[in-house]
């Protein structure tokens, strides 16, 4: 194994870091560019201090590009920009996702109840991958796929790498970014199953700033 010299300062040293063994997956090529870790989050403090590859901002709500490029003008990765699927379709999400590129955005995710025929309509007006979701075995993949989703985003909870493996059976050369789960057991059972890049949720801020705050309140204990 290669040494890698590191530096990692003071102030950033408590920085966050995505699990280590996602570097095991093959990444995807986009731009020149070899994206092997998302981090799937909108908070720009963790955005801005977390060593992923790049950010998978999807959210709960109706996509705003205000949102977007917010996210885009802290994050020091590309952006893979949410532009809905659920209650935002059609139209609005055309042009969502068209404005989602001229804002700086590397691709754009649809969410899985997102039709094939505004995949199309997407895939007309922009020249940044289209990331479709991908929740359940009872989609039909291969339909997203000749809609013209570049990439499938494959996320079905603890089913995750048992979906994982059937799409790449079926389709071996799709890109396909998935999430990890909680544990380095769990994504490397992503990887194995085809996975080529890897969805890591961080710790929440409330989270952090509790381990951080039970620390300082050591110092004043008896």
């Known amino acids: 194994m290669k040494k890698i010299p590191t530096y990692s300062g003071t102030l950033r040293s408590h920085q966050l870091d ?31 201090n977390i060593n992923a590859d ?3 901002a999807v959210y709960p709500f109706t996509p705003q590009p205000a949102i977007t490029q917010a996210i885009i003008s802290v994050a020091d990765v590309p952006v893979f920009a949410g532009v809905g699927g659920g209650m935002t379709n059609g139209s609005r999400s055309v042009r969502l996702a068209e404005y989602a590129e001229h ?54 909870a603890a089913q995750t790498p048992q979906l994982v493996a059937i799409i790449r059976q079926q389709f071996p050369d799709i890109p396909i970014i998935a999430t990890g789960g909680p544990t380095e057991e769990n994504i490397l059972h992503t990887i194995a199953a085809g996975a080529n890049a890897i969805t890591y949720t961080p710790p929440t801020p409330g989270q952090l ?10 110092h004043f204990s008896d």
């Not at 995949?119 to 013209?148: C, F, N």
């Open 18 to 48: 995505v699990p280590q063994c996602i570097s095991q997956c093959s990444g995807i090529r986009i731009f020149g560019r070899r994206i092997k870790s998302l981090v799937f989050s909108t908070d720009v403090a963790i955005i801005k």
């Open 54 to 56: 790049a950010i998978i």
């Open 103 to 156: 804002q700086g955005a590397y691709g754009v995710v649809l969410n899985a109840p997102i039709t094939d025929e505004t995949i199309s309509e997407i895939k007309k007006v922009v020249d940044i991958p289209v990331v479709a979701t991908i929740v359940s075995p009872k989609q039909d993949v291969a339909k997203r796929i000749a809609a013209g989703a570049d990439i499938l985003n494959v996320s079905g």
């Open 209 to 218: 700033f509790s381990a951080r705050m039970r620390d300082y309140r050591s």
